[in-house]
T-cell receptor, first 116, second 114 residues
Framework: DTEVTQTPKHLVMGMTNKKSLKCEQH?????MYWYKQKAKKPPELMFV???????INESVPSRFSPECPNSSLLNLHLHALQPEDSALYLC???????????????FGPGTRLTVL | AQTVTQSQPEMSVQEAETVTLSCTYD???????LFWYKQPPSRQMILVIR??????QNATENRFSVNFQKAAKSFSLKISDSQLGDAAMYFC???????????FGGGTRLMVKP
């Protein structure tokens, strides 16, 4: 099973709202990622969690706040977003330990976010 | 810094024909991983194929195969017997360390004509 799930599928929010995106995997992976993807562009890395600790933060504005409550779950808390933050937000996971496909990232279906 | 380049923004192929998508990359590392991902309009990124740089043998997955030329830093994807369901955006990607970031190319949009 190589499934990563993301909720919600679609989200519309105002600039003053607070919302959260959720990502879950049950493959025993120890690395999890948040990406932002604009239309017709490749994904851009936002955050990496390795063994539940934030290991990479690609200079993302503080209005995006990641959280890794446990090894299976990754959240992205959103607050005071701007219209330019509208995008597809992708979650991914990888084994992150010594395995045959340690570097392979498996992606979820994404959350389509619209900021009004 | 590592870079990945896909020089073909769009490609088209007739159903049942073969098409090759190009990818070149730049790195100073000797051990790394290369990937092709497919992103259909449904938007989920799906792993197509994976290649480890230390393996000389080209990876294959059913109708998908790669031509990995390490010295030339080239990693092309060949799709045989193209099907309508192959229509998607294809991204070439590079990674050199577990838990590290993927570096993506700009993508190639593949259209399949019936």
């Amino acid at each position: 099973d190589t499934e990563v799930t993301q909720t919600p599928k679609h989200l519309v929010m105002g600039m003053t709202n607070k919302k959260s995106l959720k990502c879950e995997q049950h493959m025993g992976h120890r690395a999890m990622y948040w990406y932002k993807q604009k239309a017709k562009k490749p994904p851009e890395l936002m955050f990496v969690y390795s063994y539940e600790k934030l290991s990479i933060n690609e200079s993302v504005p503080s209005r995006f706040s990641p959280e890794c409550p446990n090894s299976s779950l990754l959240n992205l808390h959103l607050h005071a977003l701007q219209p330019e933050d509208s995008a597809l937000y992708l979650c991914a996971s990888s084994p992150g330990y010594d395995s045959e496909d340690t570097d392979t990232q498996y992606f979820g279906p994404g959350t389509r976010l619209t900021v009004l | 810094a590592q870079t990945v380049t896909q020089s073909q923004p769009e490609m088209s192929v007739q159903e049942a024909e073969t098409v090759t998508l190009s990818c070149t990359y730049d790195t100073s590392e000797s051990d790394y991983y290369l990937f092709w991902y497919k992103q259909p309009p449904s938007r989920q990124m799906i792993l197509v194929i994976r290649q480890e740089a230390y393996k000389q043998q080209n990876a294959t997955e059913n109708r998908f195969s790669v031509n990995f030329q390490k010295a030339a830093k080239s990693f092309s994807l060949k799709i045989s017997d193209s099907q309508l369901g192959d229509a998607a955006m294809y991204f070439c990607a590079y990674s050199w360390n577990a838990g590290n970031m993927l570096t993506f190319g700009g993508g190639t949009r593949l259209m399949v004509k019936p």
